[in-house]
């Protein structure tokens, strides 16, 4: 069965800690995803990787990087926390394989962010 | 600028009738839709997919329609049930881009 963990489902941080957000899935995928759920503004990518050590900014990447050195593993870090990134964190992987679930993303649990 | 948009925020509606969830688009390029549904402080869930081939895809309670003149497609859910309750996401790719998602649609469905 398909599978995408995320290694907290919750955590409080303060402001100006780094904080590490970790994704692990078992269907070797080669595609992942991070994104950011807020109430109004939908789910929102922050950074995607097609394959292990590559990585792309998605459409809010500012105050996030990421780390791909194991194709199952896909971290998402913010380097310096802020009260503006306390939202919901999720991960996503996807196959590039023809034929099988194109285009289907595969979501992990979240993890429920708060800044204080 | 908001690729693929879901104008209706929330939507109630009573058991037993249907739920008709409304997704626009704006990208000519994307050639694949999908529809995914969350609960509260879970992930979200593959529902149903179409292939800009196609103008509809059954499956169960879930049919999604294409109109791809109106760049328009709708989720509708028959017969609705109170499990239904949800957050609906419309999204849409094409090649291996990522998928853009709409803003969502809180539906209610009432006993």
């Known amino acids: 069965d398909v599978k995408v963990t995320q290694s907290s489902r919750y955590l409080v941080k303060r402001t100006g800690e780094k904080v590490f957000l970790e994704c692990v899935q078992d269907m070797d995928h080669e595609n992942m995803f991070w994104y950011r759920q807020d109430p109004g503004l939908g789910l929102r990518l922050i950074y995607f990787s097609y394959d292990v050590k590559m990585k792309e900014k998605g459409d809010i990447p500012e105050g996030y990087s990421v780390s791909r050195e194991k194709k199952e593993r896909f971290s998402l870090i913010l380097e310096s926390a802020s009260t503006n990134q306390t939202s919901m964190y999720l991960c996503?992987?996807?196959?590039?394989?023809?034929?099988?679930?194109?285009?289907?993303?595969?979501f992990g649990p979240g993890t429920r962010l708060t800044v204080t | 600028d908001q690729q693929v948009k879901q104008n209706s925020p929330s939507l109630s509606v009573q058991e037993g009738r249907i739920s008709i969830l409304n997704c626009d688009y704006t990208n000519s390029m994307f050639d694949y839709f999908l529809w995914y549904k969350k609960y509260p402080a879970e992930g979200p869930t593959f529902l149903i997919s179409i292939s800009s081939i196609k103008d509809k895809n059954e499956d169960g309670r879930f049919t999604v329609f294409l109109n791809k003149s109106a760049k328009h497609l709708s989720l509708h859910i028959v017969p609705s049930q109170p499990g239904d309750s949800a957050v609906y996401f419309c999204a849409a790719f094409s090649g291996n881009t990522p998928l853009v998602f709409g803003k969502g649609t809180r539906l209610s469905v009432i006993a």
């Open positions: 996503a992987s996807k196959n590039n394989h023809p034929g099988q679930g194109k285009g289907e993303q595969y």
